[in-house]
């Protein structure tokens, strides 16, 4: 049997939310599917799936295979791209991602949006919950491990697990996230066991590098529709694996948004939106009996500030833990951050962005490992993907996107990161007014202030000091350590 050399383009087809990248896809697979191509489409959520279906051209052949319409989506999926009909079929990144690469030959593989190429899981485990967890695992310098003999019993342990999900009358010592550490183990993710915290718990964390490249490079071509590639987690990662980019035969043209628009940052110039920044109480920065007694946070008297320039009901995008409970019914249209295919509220003009998007100290942790073990800083990529993006994505959801839209376009964004994000993709023409910003006092963003070890770490490292002794005397940890002696040295040689 001949080889088949491995896939290593990506056609991208990138353009502004709203430009028209699906009825261009649409438009051409008639004459694709005539020409015999097989054709995958995997959309990033089930809620796509009609809207897609929808546009589609009356007689064409298609088949659905996601979670609403089998039980057994691997099987359905596997059975189908083995016999490499001559029609569409249509999924989710999940399903298609999931099912061996090699049965991607032969088929044209569509992606709409990118998809996730790096999971960061951390769960805190309790005293009790953490022996249960090291029954079948051992821990090692820092890291969990399966213990020799157990591999078998952490599969029968994870069966089971799944059997009571899915209600055997069953008991199942696994928790939920004790469950998704065994994965990670079985799997061979790497998966690390941080130092107890003040309550007693500690953090077991992994990093779940998606296999999604063995899936491009088993497929005839690929293409990726999407509003942003370069600098993003995706592209860190397509450039690791040796992935180049070619321009897709989908890319639509696009002239750009024809609305005036007008960019208000709610943090001062220079300054970070933070979860920690945001919830602290206005009026004297403190975060713990003042939030117990209802008082107002930062964050209140930031959408207050924006509401009141608003008009319309804006649409208001943020994280779980602003409950904003004073907020009026009716005063804003409540939108899920993760606003892709979202296109109900076209004719607002207002959007108002309070979520959060930096590092956490385990991601962080995460970043180092991979900076680490691939040679390249990761940081910038979390942030284009995890913040920026969406934040892009959000604000495109209002009548921006409409071409035929007179009013004005108000957007009340995070910080200057997100202004310059918008201003330097699609909205070139957008004025950037820090008017808001001076309204709302904010706290200090911990997450960007330097680590106050670093110097008497850099000092142990001029003395020679190997990284377990400095740990033992700072407390700063060993991934971090391999991260701060590279810079480190770095800054001898310049």
Same mark, same amino acid.
């Given at each position: 049997?001949?080889?088949?050399?491995?896939?290593?383009?990506?056609?991208?087809?990138? #353009?502004?939310?709203?430009?028209?990248?699906?009825?261009?896809?649409?438009?051409?697979?008639?004459?694709?599917?005539?020409?015999?191509?097989?054709?995958?489409?995997?959309?990033?959520?089930?809620?796509?799936?009609?809207?897609?279906?929808?546009?589609?051209?009356?007689?064409?052949?298609?088949?659905?295979? %996601?979670? =609403?319409?089998?039980?057994?989506?691997?099987?359905?999926?596997?059975?189908?791209?083995?016999?490499?009909? %001559?029609?569409?079929?249509?999924?989710?990144?999940?399903?298609?991602?999931?099912?061996?690469?090699?049965?991607?030959?032969?088929?044209?593989?569509?992606?709409?949006?990118?998809?996730?190429?790096?999971?960061?899981?951390?769960?805190?485990?309790?005293?009790?919950?953490?022996?249960?967890?090291?029954?079948?695992?051992?821990?090692?310098?820092?890291?969990?491990?399966?213990?020799?003999?157990?591999?078998?019993?952490?599969?029968?342990?994870?069966?089971?697990?799944?059997?009571?999900?899915?209600?055997?009358?069953?008991?199942?010592?696994? #928790?939920?996230?004790?469950?998704?550490?065994?994965?990670?183990?079985?799997?061979?993710?790497?998966?690390?066991?941080?130092?107890?915290?003040? %309550?007693?718990?500690?953090?077991?964390?992994?990093?779940?590098?998606?296999?999604?490249?063995?899936?491009?490079?088993?497929?005839?071509?690929?293409?990726?529709?999407?509003? #942003?590639?370069?600098?993003?987690?995706?592209?860190?990662?397509?450039?690791?694996?040796?992935?180049?980019?070619?321009? #897709?035969?989908?890319? /639509?043209? $696009?002239?750009?948004?024809?609305?005036?628009?007008?960019?208000?940052?709610?943090? /001062?110039?220079?300054?970070?939106?933070?979860?920690?920044?945001?919830?602290?109480?206005?009026?004297?920065?403190? =975060?713990?009996?003042?939030?117990?007694?209802?008082?107002?946070?930062?964050?209140?008297?930031?959408?207050?500030?924006?509401?009141?320039?608003?008009?319309?009901?804006?649409?208001?995008?943020?994280?779980?833990?602003?409950?904003?409970?004073?907020?009026?019914?009716?005063?804003?249209?409540?939108?899920?951050?993760?606003? !892709?295919?979202?296109?109900?509220?076209?004719?607002?003009?207002?959007?108002?962005?309070?979520?959060?998007?930096?590092?956490? /100290?385990?991601?962080?942790?995460?970043?180092? $490992?991979?900076?680490?073990?691939?040679?390249?800083? $990761?940081?910038?990529?979390?942030?284009? =993907?995890?913040?920026?993006?969406?934040?892009?994505?959000?604000?495109?959801?209002?009548?921006?996107?409409?071409?035929?839209?007179?009013?004005?376009?108000?957007?009340?964004?995070?910080?200057?990161?997100?202004?310059?994000?918008?201003?330097?993709?699609?909205?070139?023409?957008?004025?950037?007014?820090?008017?808001?910003?001076?309204?709302?006092?904010?706290?200090?963003?911990?997450?960007? =202030?330097?680590?106050?070890? !670093?110097?008497?770490?850099?000092?142990?490292?001029?003395?020679?000091?190997?990284?377990?002794?400095?740990? !033992?005397?700072?407390?700063?940890? !060993? %991934?971090?350590?391999?991260?701060?002696?590279?810079?480190?040295? $770095?800054?001898?040689?310049?």
């Amino acid at each position: 049997m001949a080889s088949i050399a491995p896939n290593k383009v990506i056609h991208t087809a990138v #353009s502004a939310p709203g430009a028209g990248k699906t009825q261009a896809l649409i438009s051409q697979i008639p004459s694709l599917l005539s020409a015999g191509r097989s054709i995958a489409l995997a959309l990033p959520t089930l809620d796509l799936t009609d809207s897609f279906v929808s546009r589609l051209p009356a007689g064409l052949p298609y088949r659905v295979i %996601n979670s =609403t319409t089998c039980d057994h989506v691997g099987t359905e999926l596997t059975a189908v791209l083995k016999k490499k009909a %001559n029609h569409l079929i249509i999924t989710t990144h999940q399903s298609v991602l999931a099912v061996r690469p090699s049965l991607l030959q032969g088929w044209m593989l569509v992606i709409d949006e990118l998809p996730p190429v790096v999971d960061f899981p951390a769960y805190p485990f309790e005293p009790s919950e953490l022996a249960q967890l090291l029954v079948n695992a051992v821990e090692r310098d820092g890291r969990l491990h399966i213990r020799d003999g157990c591999a078998g019993a952490i599969e029968t342990s994870l069966a089971t697990f799944k059997a009571v999900s899915a209600g055997a009358e069953r008991t199942s010592m696994l #928790s939920k996230d004790g469950a998704r550490i065994y994965e990670c183990l079985k799997d061979g993710h790497p998966v690390f066991i941080d130092s107890e915290i003040p %309550n007693g718990n500690r953090y077991v964390r992994s990093v779940v590098e998606s296999n999604c490249w063995d899936t491009f490079a088993a497929a005839e071509e690929v293409h990726v529709l999407a509003a #942003s590639v370069i600098g993003s987690q995706f592209d860190d990662f397509a450039q690791v694996h040796g992935v180049t980019y070619a321009r #897709s035969d989908f890319t /639509p043209a $696009f002239d750009g948004y024809t609305s005036a628009v007008k960019i208000y940052p709610v943090m /001062p110039k220079g300054r970070n939106y933070s979860k920690s920044a945001v919830t602290m109480t206005a009026h004297d920065g403190s =975060t713990t009996e003042q939030q117990k007694q209802g008082e107002p946070l930062v964050i209140d008297d930031i959408l207050k500030a924006a509401l009141q320039r608003s008009i319309g009901t804006p649409l208001l995008f943020s994280n779980n833990w602003a409950s904003f409970r004073w907020l009026p019914k009716g005063t804003v249209n409540r939108c899920s951050i993760d606003s !892709r295919g979202l296109n109900e509220y076209q004719g607002e003009t207002d959007a108002v962005l309070l979520f959060g998007g930096n590092p956490s /100290p385990s991601d962080q942790l995460a970043l180092e $490992f991979l900076t680490t073990k691939y040679g390249r800083v $990761f940081r910038q990529g979390f942030i284009v =993907t995890r913040f920026l993006e969406p934040s892009l994505q959000a604000a495109t959801r209002t009548a921006v996107r409409d071409k035929d839209n007179t009013k004005p376009i108000q957007l009340f964004v995070q910080d200057g990161r997100v202004a310059e994000y918008l201003v330097s993709t699609y909205m070139p023409d957008a004025v950037i007014d820090w008017s808001l910003s001076e309204l709302c006092p904010v706290g200090e963003d911990r997450r960007t =202030t330097q680590d106050p070890r !670093r110097p008497k770490v850099y000092e142990l490292f001029a003395q020679g000091k190997k990284n377990a002794e400095i740990y !033992r005397l700072t407390g700063v940890h !060993r %991934n971090t350590l391999l991260s701060w002696r590279k810079e480190w040295h $770095f800054a001898q040689a310049a």
